[in-house]
């Protein structure tokens, strides 16, 4: 119940591309999903996150797609560039109690130039 | 510097001998988290540390594992009788816990590496 699916475990993509990063949980009490972005030699960093209160999140070219009733969210990265090229991370926990996150594999991601 | 402070960076050790790394948190952050990242793998969690709460060890994998938070400051995960399987990175994160999860500051991480 507390297991977060990721997938796919690496994605490689041309610039300008458009990455998408899926992500699966099962249990319904989670209410906070971010999404961390871990470049080599460093720690995960935020990048974005969302309540399921609302279905869609942007922040400048990242988007999170959320679907409530599939359990399910994904991150798009649009008009992708070689700095992308990171391991995502998703997460999610149940926030409003401030439980603890629970991260899903990663995803590996290449940018092309 | 502001940020999530880990020591020692690199520490390479002999199989069996015990190793202790320290954190030291952002100033204010009542939530602490150790999780462990092997080469090329996620992120699996060890221990949470929640303000004033019980601390949250579900995560540890063996009772060589332990881990120790002084009030709302620095923390220390002590690996006892060290085994090659423990080679990794082990990386804190803090988080300022106001009644929710926030947004989680990762250190670089400590690597450790077991001869």
């Known amino acids: 119940q507390q297991q977060v699916k990721q997938s796919p475990q690496s994605l490689i993509v041309q610039k300008g591309g458009i990455p998408i990063i899926n992500c699966a949980y099962e249990n319904t009490a989670f209410d906070y999903f971010p999404w961390y972005q871990q470049f080599p030699g460093k720690g995960p960093a935020l990048l974005i996150a969302i309540r399921p209160d609302v279905s869609e999140k942007k922040e400048g070219r990242f988007t999170i797609s959320f679907n409530k009733s599939a359990k399910q969210f994904s991150l798009h990265i649009m008009d992708s560039q070689p700095g992308d090229s990171a391991t995502y991370f998703c997460a999610a926990s149940m926030g409003t109690s401030g439980s603890r996150l629970t991260f899903g594999e990663g995803t590996q991601l290449t940018v092309n130039p | ?115």
Do not use: M
């Open chain 2, 1 to 115: 510097g502001a940020g999530v402070s880990q020591s020692p960076s690199n520490k390479v050790t002999e199989k069996g001998k015990d190793v202790e790394l320290r954190c030291d948190p952002i100033s204010g952050h009542t939530a602490l988290y150790w999780y462990r990242q092997r080469l090329g793998q996620g992120l699996e969690f060890l221990i949470y540390f929640q303000g004033n709460s019980a601390p949250d060890k579900s995560g540890l994998p063996s009772d060589r594992f332990s881990a120790e938070r002084t009030g709302e400051s620095v923390s220390t995960l002590t690996i006892q009788r060290t085994q090659q399987e423990d080679s990794a990175v082990y990386l804190c994160a803090s988080s300022f816990l106001q009644g929710a999860t926030g947004e989680l500051f990762f250190g670089e991480g400590s690597r450790l590496t077991v001869l």
